[in-house]
């Protein structure tokens, strides 16, 4: 064997860019290659199974085990190679049921072990159905680590009286007081929920939260976990009504940075701390109806480290008006929300006005529109971009890009722009003439894209003009630069995700 391979640290960049299902195979090769590939392969588990099919059957032939000293020496090797994976295992998801949770109450009476996993950094539970809460209380010691810094928690069932099981879920959060990240996503009755306030404010170490309750989250808990110091993002959807909750205290968020919420349009003022200067970037997806703008508390005085501002579910043009004040804003999307009929459109007047409005700004996605006439913006109009935003490497909007041919006019060129998702633009045969323009407008473009979808995700179902917009792309030859931007890695995209 080549001395290299003795050195750890090669070894160890080498596997962890190795493909996990080539793991296996390496793991062969020879007595330095196998501890250190056997660790990544256990090191994260798909599903409990896989770990209950390791187990030693000791006790269902427990009396005929006694009888031989041999077999009872197997079993205990068997233990001892039990013990040696889970210690491997960092990353686990697996659902929970009456039959995964007789199983794992076996191994704890037959192994005599506290924790199943001991290093166990990320647990992802699936509850598929009710359970009685000392069972719980059970299968959660046993699953939770001391160092266990990732729990996330799914219960989607018809709550039914009694049901034990949110209040399990949340009296065994004190056993992982190092958490750093907490999800809980699913039904929790109305008189359980505020009991998560205190449970999540007694974590030293919590940065995260995502809360999504069913039928609703109380505004005492959004109060009680205001004032966790840590805290650095937060998820909020389905806030219960504010009308039936007491005057609280202030909401105020030391430490926060990301903000989303999803729920009603009237709530959003709930939530929001007064004034906040640590806060940089906020999601709202709104519902329903209100007279209130659930922008009107958002001012730049409170808010003066605002850059990122995803808005779906927008009504009016006068709901985004209070973020015009935001000149520091550098990344912004826009959803408006339409109950039926075709997918609005944006007018030139309001693309300049953003324009104007955001000087640093160097992602911009406009989805549909405002407005429901057959009015686009054609490719010239996109020209205010070019006067207004210098740093604008990012742009999605939907354009008229029909009777390119016929234009006349001058260009502004944007040499920032560096990608450019069209849509649903509208776009005719004359392909070359298109493209023409825009290598004329955006000379260092080095992506295009005409997909309609949210910022990260596939387009559903084919998109008007698909074949010409497909010719375009190929017409193009987009520049090859050392100076490469990636979406994937913005605070925009990372803030478009709001899975729960």
């Given at each position: ?94 659902n929970i049921n009456h039959e995964n949770v007789t199983s794992l109450l076996d191994v704890q009476s037959s192994s005599e072990q506290t924790v199943l996993f001991p290093n166990l950094d990320r647990a992802y539970l ?375």
């Amino acid at each position: 064997m080549h001395h290299t391979w003795n050195v750890p640290e090669i070894l160890e960049e080498i596997l962890k860019v190795t493909a996990k299902t080539d793991l296996p195979n390496m793991a062969r090769v020879c007595r330095a290659f196998w501890p250190r590939a056997a660790r990544l392969i256990w090191e994260v588990v798909p599903s409990i199974t896989h770990w209950l099919a390791l187990v030693p059957r000791d006790k269902e032939h427990s009396e005929h085990l006694k009888a031989s000293e041999f077999e009872h020496h197997s079993i205990s090797s068997e233990w001892e190679r039990f013990r040696f994976y889970a210690a491997f295992v960092k990353d686990l998801t697996t659902n929970i049921n009456h039959e995964n949770v007789t199983s794992l109450l076996d191994v704890q009476s037959s192994s005599e072990q506290t924790v199943l996993f001991p290093n166990l950094d990320r647990a992802y539970l699936t509850l598929e159905q009710p359970l009685p809460q000392a069972e719980i209380r059970r299968v959660f010691s046993l699953l939770m680590a001391p160092n266990l810094a990732v729990l996330r928690c799914n219960y989607h069932f018809f709550l039914t009286a009694p049901d034990e099981t949110p209040a399990a879920i949340i009296e065994s959060l004190k056993l992982t007081p190092l958490i750093e990240s907490f999800r809980f996503s699913g039904s929790m009755p109305s008189h359980i929920a505020p009991l998560l306030g205190p449970a999540l404010s007694s974590m030293s170490q919590l940065r995260s939260i995502r809360l999504y309750i069913s039928p609703g989250l109380p505004l005492e808990v959004v109060q009680a976990i205001s004032q966790i110091p840590t805290l650095e993002s937060v998820l909020i959807g389905v806030i219960q009504d504010p009308k039936q909750t007491p005057s609280l205290g202030p909401i105020t968020y030391p430490s926060l940075k990301e903000l989303r919420y999803v729920s009603r349009r009237d709530a959003l003022r709930w939530i929001l701390p007064t004034a906040n200067p640590t806060i940089e970037a906020i999601t709202a997806v709104l519902s329903g109806q209100s007279d209130i703008n659930p922008f009107d508390a958002l001012r730049p005085a409170k808010y003066p480290n605002l850059t990122t501002v995803n808005a779906r579910g927008i009504l009016n043009w006068d709901e985004i008006t209070p973020l015009l004040a935001f000149k520091g804003l550098k990344e912004l999307s826009i959803t408006p929300y339409f109950l039926a009929g075709d997918r609005g459109h944006w007018s030139t007047s309001e693309a300049r006005l953003l324009a104007e409005s955001f000087p640093l700004l160097e992602m911009l996605v406009l989805k549909d529109g405002l407005h429901c006439f057959n009015i686009l913006l054609t490719l010239p109009d996109l020209d205010c971009f070019a006067q207004h935003c210098p740093r604008l490497w990012y742009l999605g909007v939907s354009v008229d890009a029909r009777a390119a041919h016929t234009f006349k006019g001058t260009v502004t060129q944007h040499f920032a722009i560096r990608e450019v998702c069209l849509q649903e633009s509208e776009v005719d045969g004359h392909e070359a003439a298109v493209a023409d323009m825009i290598k004329r407008m955006w000379p260092n473009l080095q992506k295009g894209t005409r997909m309609y979808c949210e910022l990260g995700e596939e387009p559903l179902g084919q998109v008007r003009s698909e074949a010409h917009w497909d010719k375009i792309w190929s017409l193009l030859d987009f520049a090859e630069t050392d100076e490469r931007f990636d979406y994937t890695s913005t605070k925009l995209y990372k803030m478009s995700q709001i899975e729960f």
